[in-house]
């Protein structure tokens, strides 16, 4: 059976920076698309990066893109999502996923979910 266990989220001040990691066990995940997903309160869940099996390509939701890097590590195990320059908005439950589909940005194409780490940016 498939986990993931999310770590790294946190309390953070605007314009700081914070790294959250997701690592899998029971099965190795190399021949997956990854994503990165997030939910605020009151919001639906969302797409905030994916990452192909290779990690040679990557994707981004346009409110992210160049502060967020997606990167993975398939000999631990594990992926990451670096965070830079955060603001306010950024503030959700940040979710990693597998996607058995390749690199996608839809929700419903992830069958795996971790239980979501909180990241909280505020002053």
């Known amino acids: 059976q498939l986990q993931f266990v999310e770590s790294g989220g946190g309390l953070v001040q605007p314009g700081g920076s914070l790294r959250v990691s997701c690592a899998a066990s029971?099965?190795?995940?190399?021949?997956?698309?990854l994503g990165w997903f997030r939910q605020a309160p009151g919001k639906e869940r969302e797409f905030v990066a994916g990452i192909s099996a290779s990690g040679i390509t990557t994707y981004y939701t346009d409110s992210v893109r160049g502060r967020f890097t997606i990167t993975r590590d398939n000999a631990k195990n594990t992926v990451y999502l670096q965070m830079n320059s955060l603001k306010p908005e950024d503030t959700a439950v940040y979710y990693c996923a597998r996607s058995p589909l390749g690199l996608r940005v839809g929700r419903f194409d992830y069958d795996y979910w971790g239980q979501g780490t909180q990241v909280t940016v505020s002053s």
């Open positions: 029971g099965r190795t995940f190399s021949t997956y698309g």
